[in-house]
């Protein structure tokens, strides 16, 4: 037997997420896929697939699941797992004022679980690939903490260094204690990408440079942090064009707009990405396009803050890699990528109908959704490896069970059911050639333990214990 390769058979529905947006491979019925080792090695009709394909290799059958690849998120703070439902009723700016004191009582135990948590959550919803961004570094917590986490739990995860360094003495949001000197940010950003950032094909950890927002950062240090990571070929990222609020912070203190601020600072190109975007006019949408650069868009967050909603179609029809992105979990309060497709889905369809005049201009069909949740966050984090089902790209992938109480009336039409439908666990996730979750289960994680353990964590910064 070859214990490296993996036979998926009967696949009810496949959907490769091959193709174009706009011209996709249609999915596949009754459909297998081949997996040896950390790559898909084979993807076709189960009536096709050939008999040595499957010598030695270790079958599963699929029967009445849907396959597609594994989502990805492009934005989070998974420290946030510790701190929801707290100012519910608050926009983000006063939002952020009541948190940022509890957050300061984050300890490297608790950066660690509620890491753990967050991406437990992730993959239970069908993510292979996250993001994080942590900016802040009270009481010894260090980004390794988080690494750690997403390394023990099997995840794919690209850490990115946060920082802020504008405290309110100096005209920014957060408090004076929960900033850092610029010097201590960069060289720590400098060890953080000399000890774990891979940038090979099927890298498992990538490292990016992420000052956390116009409004908590100095333009000097947005400048350094763009520089050293050009120098260091790895990405960028930043809140932007969040609120109507940071629009006013920008025009008052700096005389431009969001993008406009960031562009002056050297923060445009392929190597940035935003998270947000919500604010992002149409000709921001053409500049962002002929620039490169990335928007992780957030519905549920957006919604949470009453922070609008981003102008997605927008952004994608100006040729904007745009993906999604659950964010903390004290603005969303959950980590479900799924449920993340199915909200970008339904908010785009407020403004109207997908094709029909007026205002409709921003609607999305289930198809985009899914596409923002796999083609577009690959894309976003600019990775030639996941993202689709095709022969060289990575062993990350998800099963869906269609006979989930759920799904029944829908399984004539699984693209829509996945983005329509109440959002399940999912029954299958593997990363890089690994099983996560089986059989709706997490695996190698006791989840009861941790939960308590993370809840202790959060009592005692919440100020309950």
């Known amino acids: 037997m070859n214990p490296t390769r993996t036979a998926l058979r009967r696949i009810h529905t496949l959907i490769p997420m091959t193709g174009e947006r706009l011209s996709p491979t249609p999915p596949l019925q009754d459909a297998a896929l081949v997996l040896e080792g950390q790559q898909i090695v084979w993807v076709g009709l189960d009536s096709q697939l050939p008999a040595e394909m499957l010598d030695g290799a270790q079958v599963r059958d699929l029967s009445g699941h849907v396959v597609l690849p594994g989502l990805v998120n492009t934005h989070h703070h998974l420290y946030q797992t510790l701190t929801r439902c707290l100012a519910v009723d608050s926009g983000l700016f006063d939002w952020l004022k009541t948190l940022y004191p509890i957050w300061l009582n984050l300890t490297p135990e608790a950066a660690y679980d509620s890491a753990q948590l967050g991406l437990a959550e992730l993959a239970l919803s069908g993510c292979t690939t996250s993001s994080d961004h942590l900016y802040l570094y009270p009481n010894g917590v260090k980004l390794d903490d988080t690494i750690r986490a997403a390394s023990d739990l099997g995840l794919r995860f690209h850490a990115t260094r946060g920082s802020m360094s504008l405290g309110e003495s100096q005209g920014g949001l957060p408090p004076d204690r929960a900033v850092e000197r610029e010097d201590v940010i960069l060289a720590d950003s400098v060890r953080l990408i000399d000890a774990f950032h891979d940038p090979a094909r099927l890298a498992m950890t990538r490292i990016a440079l992420a000052p956390c927002s116009p409004f908590s950062v100095t333009g000097d240090l947005m400048r350094e942090s763009a520089v050293l990571a050009r120098q260091k070929g790895v990405m960028l990222h930043t809140h932007l064009a969040e609120t109507a609020d940071e629009d006013a912070f920008c025009l008052s203190k700096f005389g431009l707009r969001p993008l406009d601020y960031a562009e002056s600072l050297g923060w445009t190109g392929p190597d940035v990405w935003f998270a947000h975007g919500v604010h992002f006019s149409a000709d921001d949408a053409v500049r962002l396009g002929e620039c490169g650069c990335g928007v992780a868009h957030c519905p549920s ?75 577009g966050g690959a894309s976003v984090l600019n990775r030639d490896d996941i993202g689709q089902l095709a022969p060289g790209y990575a062993a990350d992938l998800i099963a869906v069970d269609l006979r989930d109480l759920g799904y029944s009336g829908a399984r004539h039409d699984p693209v829509s059911a996945l983005t329509l439908c109440a959002p399940p666990r999912v029954a299958l996730n593997m990363v890089n050639g690994r099983v996560i979750v089986d059989g709706g289960e997490l695996l190698g994680i006791e989840l009861p333990a941790l939960v308590e353990r993370h809840d202790a964590h959060s009592r005692r910064m919440i100020g309950l214990a």
């Open 301 to 375: 967050s957006n919604m949470r803050l009453a922070s609008g909603i981003a102008p997605t179609r927008t952004l994608l029809e100006a040729g904007v890699r745009v993906a999604l992105g659950v964010d903390g979990s004290a603005s969303n309060d959950g980590s479900h990528l799924l449920a993340e497709a199915r909200q970008a889905l339904l908010s785009s369809r407020v403004r109207g109908v997908p094709g029909q005049a007026p205002n409709s201009s921003d609607a999305l069909t289930a198809y985009d959704a899914l596409w923002l949740a796999t083609r």
